[in-house]
């Protein structure tokens, strides 16, 4: 069992209070911070450090969950943050899921400058523009990881990168990569061609197919791709900022694909491409 702090008996506690607001957005700003739920999010966060400094403030864990995952409170622990061992109803008034894992931490905000990610030359990288829904912006933020991408930029127009949906939708990969937030699409647009990166609107009334892109071999270089709204796609003002609107083929019957698959078929497409033309992109991390 891992040695932790006093249990926590009463929801109203400042402490569980101060970790209970973070679920709504004007305080998460306030404090610049959020919550991370789960083994594999508190996991990352433990284990998280920018400009040498822990991510993780604190966790609360449940007895069960502190036995289960021992591994993750010592990791917590050596990172410095204070682990509170609380009852299973501190754990859930917390929490913001139906079923808790038994594991909330409190992070520090980690988005990052939109400068350092242009200053990092990247070659792959994501950008959200009017995406609304949370769950989604999780998901593509997971897709952009595990396809190697480099940075995600959310406009200004884009939901909260630290809302709890979104958090739990990218399953611990808004600790790796960066991330920039509240970026114009007009600034994404500009300081991304500026830094060489080709920009292509992904839209499926796009007048580019993504299969004669990659057969003419057009897309091994640096590449952003911006992504729409859910429902209504891009408007044609930020359509019209890209150097081409591509469209993801429809091979069968379906009408269409949602955001967050054909956001992983665009950033695969990508990384894949930029691996035949020699680029050092993996998709594989150890």
């Given amino acids: 069992m891992v040695s932790v702090g006093p ?17 709504k957005r004007n305080f998460r700003g306030k404090e610049r911070l959020f919550l991370a739920e789960g083994p594999q999010a508190v996991r990352e966060a433990a284990a998280h450090r920018a400009q040498g400094t822990a991510t ?13 995952y021992a591994d993750i409170v010592g990791a917590a622990r050596d990172a410095g943050a204070r682990v509170h061992l609380a009852s299973d109803e501190v754990v859930a008034d917390i929490s913001t899921t139906v079923t808790p894992q038994g594991l909330v931490g409190v992070c520090r905000f980690l ?5 350092e990610i ?7 990288v994501a950008v959200l523009a009017h995406v ?4 989604n912006a999780g998901t593509v933020l997971r897709c952009a990881d595990a396809a190697g991408a480099d940075a995600v930029v959310l406009t200004d127009a884009s939901v909260d990168l630290y ?3 979104a958090v739990r939708a990218s399953v611990g990969s808004h600790f790796h990569l960066p991330v920039a937030v509240g970026v114009p699409v ?63 083929p429809i091979h069968g019957k379906a009408e269409s694909l949602n955001l967050a698959t054909a956001a992983a078929v665009c950033l695969y497409a990508s990384a894949r491409a930029q691996r035949a033309a020699g680029g050092s992109r993996s998709v ?3």
Avoid: Q
């Fill in 111 to 115: 988005d990052t400058p939109f400068e």
């Fill in 118 to 124: 242009l200053a990092a030359r990247p070659r792959l």
């Fill in 56 to 68: 993780l403030v604190e966790l609360f864990t449940t007895p069960e969950a502190a036995e289960r």
């Fill in 284 to 286: 594989t991390r150890s």
């Fill in 186 to 248: 007009e600034r994404a647009v500009t300081g991304l061609r500026d830094a060489g990166v080709r920009l292509l609107a992904a839209d499926g009334a796009g007048d580019r197919d993504l299969d004669e892109e990659l057969d003419k071999g057009a897309m091994g270089g640096p590449t952003a791709w911006i992504f729409g709204n859910e429902a209504w796609g891009l408007p044609e003002e930020t359509r019209a900022l890209a150097d081409a609107v591509v469209r993801v």
């Fill in 7 to 23: 249990e926590l008996i009463s929801p109203r506690s400042a402490r569980v209070s101060a970790a209970r607001r973070l679920a």
């Fill in 163 to 165: 809302n709890p949906k």
């Fill in 132 to 135: 609304r829904d949370p769950g």
